[in-house]
């Protein structure tokens, strides 16, 4: 049940409409909810507890962008007492992990990296992250080494690790440092299914 004012407004077509403003009789929701949007990125769902019962996974799923939808005709509570532990009724609770599931690539170039840092933190270790950061030239009995600069690598936004280094390469060839977005008005964008 709601009321309130209506608010003038052009729609696309050029023609004036009234909008109704949410004036909520109910001080929790204006209407229900079937969808409730969690802060992205959703790896995937633990747990989802209403009225202090866990639901079924077939009950609900999770589209993208993070939206946790019911798929068993009922709808979200629109109301919940936020003192009481999510175990009692009249709550509603949902544990999810965060997160982008991985490929095989982006963990070998991660187990790449956590290696090589974890050795050069280890007591006593002169490699990994502790090695000598300003060595570029080693010349020692006949053996001549030339090592890449590491302000270089680290200003081309590489590692120096050849998987990590590759990973990044395949993932952002540009070497982009924020995701590109196009908006438009016009486009809504498909529903897609996110988990399970």
Known sequence: MTNGPWVPYIGVDGAWRNASVCGCASDCSCG????VSLPRPVYDVVEVLVDGETLLPEQYRVDVPGWLVRT???CWPDCQDMT???SEPVTFGVTYRWGLPLDEAAIAAVSELTCHLLRGCS???S???KANGNLTRLVRQGVEMELPDPTLIYSEGRTGLPMADMWLA???PYRLTSPSRVYSP???RPRVQQWP
């Open 32 to 35: 229900e909810l079937c969808e």
């Open 127 to 129: 490699c990994g992250c």
């Open 186 to 188: 016009d486009f809504r």
């Open 72 to 74: 068993d005709g009922e």
């Open 84 to 86: 009481a532990p999510t």
């Open 170 to 172: 395949m993932v952002n």
């Open 123 to 125: 007591p006593g270790s």
